[in-house]
């Protein structure tokens, strides 16, 4: 099992730290990243957190997932591999 988690439906008001305090109460907190907008720097409304063993992050994921943080009922998960994309984007022709 991984140690990197999905943390979704976040309030875009939580920071890295309030994650990090979160998530410390189910073992080490290796990182904590909240995803932002490239192009705007806003945050996305997600994060990914990562804990020290498979067994914290199982603890983090019981404890956390629909825990209210912000005001918003959290979504935790096991993060899945980022999915290799085509760097395309240009038009078709039609």
Do not use: C, H, W
């Given at each position: 099992m991984?140690t990197?988690?999905f943390v979704?439906n976040l309030?875009f008001k939580?920071?890295?730290?309030d994650l990090?305090?979160?998530?410390?109460?189910?073992?080490t907190?290796?990182e904590a990243?909240v995803?932002?907008d490239?192009t705007?720097?806003?945050?996305r409304?997600?994060a990914?957190v990562?804990?020290?063993?498979?067994?914290?992050?199982?603890?983090a994921?019981?404890?956390?997932?629909g825990k209210?943080?912000?005001?918003?009922?959290?979504?935790v998960?096991i993060?899945?591999?980022?999915e290799?994309?085509?760097?395309?984007?240009?038009?078709?022709?039609r």
């Open positions: 991984s990197k988690l979704g309030d939580v920071t890295e730290n990090q305090d979160a998530f410390a109460a189910y073992g907190v290796v990243n995803v932002t490239r705007t720097g806003r945050p409304g997600f990914f990562t804990m020290s063993s498979p067994e914290e992050a199982q603890k994921i019981d404890a956390m997932n209210e943080l912000g005001g918003r009922a959290l979504n998960n993060a899945r591999p980022r290799e994309r085509s760097g395309g984007g240009g038009r078709r022709d």
